[in-house]
């Protein structure tokens, strides 16, 4: 009868370690693109702002990036992580592609009989932002391909005690 | 290849990646707080000019101020003025013109009015609230299209306000003609002066025209009245009780037609 091999205590505490920053990276992410943006939707209209997307749909992409990053983290000690991180990505590129393709925001203010109407698109700022996460969908490639053809080593360095 | 030269740059990437996303939402964010140091400083009437017969071109400046880190490019702005009764009076537009960073301009706009139009002319004597109709289009920061829709309302303050005749008894002059005197009074509410003159027309009510006189105006700040009269002189025998008396100012640029008095 033999014991069963004990899980190495520095393995749990890396996991713990790793859930621990990704919930906390969900829950920050979470607060400035989910619980921002449904404040929003409250204030915006009595602020005379409109805009051509629902801040709802921001609201739901805003928690697809949050609970993405989180997995980000919480798969930094597997094999996982590479993909993770393009899935990561690519769900920023998908947010970014849909909402600056509705990225119309229009602001009136009544003052007396006047009325300005101001109307701006945002359309180039979003796709200006895409850089970032398709650099990152880069980094997400080198890391699968890291792990895929070494692996092992990127957690031997990232994790000495594995 | 070492076995960690993929790691590596993916490390790498992965940061470029995180500082290139704060950097670009750091200047979108900068662009927005820019922004809001543009500020519109009102539009001024400096001159006006005929052209053509019936045809006013009032050149007006809109003064603008962009104290933001970016520029504003392409700012091209159409205007239409409208009577309270939602009627065409004039329209206007401005030249495409740049407001770089840290700068204020005076961007000219012009604005034609055709004076043969009744509702036009009604202008000319009567002070009003015009609607004013904007619609603005430009560039910020080279990335960011702006459309702005303005409506306002416009006190339009008329160059001849009031304007009334009165008359005087006329005499027979020595050679021949009537020397029928004549009081004009009026206000100035155009945010030009009046300084030309008043030609004037007197025709009989068969449409025969009697004669005539002018009256040099001295300059009429806005705000300013006039009162003055000069004398006409008319063809003795021309029957012009009942008749019409026609007007047109003129200066070295305005020429302007002042709706027809009737003669008691």
Same mark, same amino acid.
């Given at each position: 009868?033999?014991?069963? =091999?004990?899980?190495?205590?520095?393995?749990?505490?890396?996991?713990?370690?790793?859930?621990?920053?990704?919930?906390?990276?969900?829950? &920050?992410?979470?607060?400035?693109?989910?619980?921002?943006?449904?404040?929003?939707?409250?204030?915006?209209?009595?602020?005379?702002?409109?805009?051509?997307?629902?801040?709802?749909?921001?609201?739901?992409?805003?928690?697809?990036?949050?609970?993405?990053?989180?997995?980000?983290?919480?798969?930094?000690?597997?094999?996982?992580?590479?993909?993770? =991180?393009?899935? !990561?990505?690519?769900?920023?590129?998908?947010?970014?592609?849909?909402?600056?393709?509705?990225?119309? +925001?229009?602001? #009136?203010?009544?003052?007396?009989?006047?009325? +300005?109407?101001?109307?701006? $698109?945002?359309? /180039?700022?979003?796709?200006?932002?895409?850089?970032?996460?398709?650099?990152? &969908?880069?980094?997400?490639?080198?890391?699968?391909?890291?792990?895929?053809?070494?692996?092992?080593?990127?957690?031997?360095?990232?994790?000495?005690?594995? | 290849?070492?076995?960690? /030269? &993929?790691?590596?740059?993916?490390?790498? /990437?992965?940061?470029?990646?995180?500082? #290139?996303?704060?950097?670009?939402?750091?200047?979108?964010?900068?662009?927005?707080?820019?922004? *809001?140091?543009?500020?519109?400083?009102?539009?001024?009437?400096?001159?006006?000019?005929?052209?053509?017969?019936?045809?006013?071109?009032? *050149?007006?400046?809109?003064?603008?101020?962009?104290?933001?880190?970016?520029?504003?490019?392409?700012?091209?702005?159409?205007?239409?003025?409208?009577?309270?009764?939602?009627?065409?009076?004039?329209?206007?537009?401005?030249?495409?013109?740049?407001?770089?960073?840290?700068?204020?301009?005076?961007?000219?706009?012009?604005?034609?009015? $055709?004076? @043969?139009?009744?509702?036009? *002319?009604?202008? +000319?004597?009567?002070? @009003?609230? &015009? =609607?004013?109709?904007?619609?603005?289009?430009?560039?910020?920061?080279?990335?960011?299209?702006?459309?702005?829709?303005?409506?306002? %309302?416009?006190?339009?303050?008329?160059?001849?306000?009031?304007?009334?005749?009165?008359?005087? #008894?006329?005499?027979?002059?020595?050679?021949?003609?009537?020397?029928?005197?004549?009081?004009?009074?009026?206000?100035?509410?155009?945010?030009?002066? $009046?300084?030309?003159?008043? !030609?004037? @027309?007197?025709?009989?009510?068969?449409?025969?025209?009697?004669?005539?006189?002018?009256? *040099?105006?001295? +300059?009429?700040?806005?705000?300013?009245?006039?009162?003055?009269?000069?004398?006409?002189?008319?063809?003795?025998?021309? %029957?012009?009780?009942?008749?019409?008396?026609?007007?047109?100012?003129? $200066?070295?640029?305005?020429?302007?037609?002042?709706?027809?008095?009737?003669?008691?």
């Amino acid at each position: 009868m033999t014991a069963p =091999k004990p899980v190495p205590e520095t393995e749990g505490v890396e996991r713990a370690r790793s859930l621990r920053a990704g919930l906390l990276i969900f829950l &920050l992410i979470s607060l400035f693109l989910v619980a921002f943006p449904i404040a929003g939707t409250f204030f915006a209209p009595s602020e005379g702002l409109a805009f051509g997307f629902s801040l709802f749909l921001v609201a739901t992409f805003g928690g697809l990036i949050a609970f993405f990053t989180a997995v980000v983290w919480i798969a930094k000690p597997t094999r996982a992580y590479g993909p993770a =991180k393009i899935a !990561g990505s690519l769900a920023k590129v998908v947010a970014l592609l849909v909402l600056g393709s509705l990225a119309t +925001v229009t602001y #009136t203010v009544t003052s007396g009989p006047r009325v +300005v109407t101001a109307s701006i $698109d945002g359309g /180039t700022l979003f796709l200006l932002l895409l850089i970032a996460p398709v650099i990152g &969908l880069v980094s997400g490639a080198l890391m699968y391909l890291q792990d895929r053809h070494y692996p092992g080593r990127r957690l031997a360095v990232e994790f000495p005690g594995k | 290849m070492n076995h960690l /030269t &993929l790691y590596r740059a993916g490390r790498v /990437t992965g940061w470029i990646s995180i500082l #290139t996303g704060l950097a670009l939402v750091g200047f979108v964010l900068s662009i927005a707080v820019s922004a *809001s140091y543009i500020q519109y400083e009102g539009t001024m009437p400096i001159s006006a000019r005929s052209l053509g017969s019936s045809n006013l071109v009032i *050149s007006a400046e809109v003064g603008l101020s962009n104290q933001g880190v970016y520029s504003l490019e392409g700012f091209h702005m159409s205007l239409h003025l409208l009577n309270p009764q939602g009627e065409l009076v004039a329209t206007g537009s401005t030249a495409t013109s740049s407001l770089p960073a840290r700068s204020t301009v005076e961007i000219p706009l012009s604005i034609h009015t $055709d004076l @043969s139009s009744p509702i036009v *002319s009604l202008l +000319v004597t009567h002070n @009003s609230t &015009l =609607k004013a109709h904007a619609w603005i289009n430009a560039t910020y920061a080279t990335l960011v299209p702006v459309h702005l829709t303005l409506t306002e %309302d416009y006190p339009w303050g008329a160059p001849f306000y009031g304007f009334s005749t009165s008359w005087g #008894t006329p005499s027979n002059l020595s050679n021949g003609t009537v020397s029928l005197p004549i009081h004009v009074s009026f206000a100035n509410y155009f945010p030009i002066p $009046d300084y030309g003159t008043l !030609g004037m @027309s007197v025709f009989s009510t068969n449409g025969t025209r009697c004669g005539g006189g002018s009256l *040099s105006l001295p +300059v009429i700040a806005t705000g300013s009245s006039f009162s003055g009269g000069t004398h006409l002189h008319l063809a003795q025998g021309c %029957d012009y009780a009942g008749g019409t008396l026609t007007l047109l100012y003129t $200066d070295p640029l305005v020429t302007l037609e002042i709706p027809p008095q009737v003669i008691p």
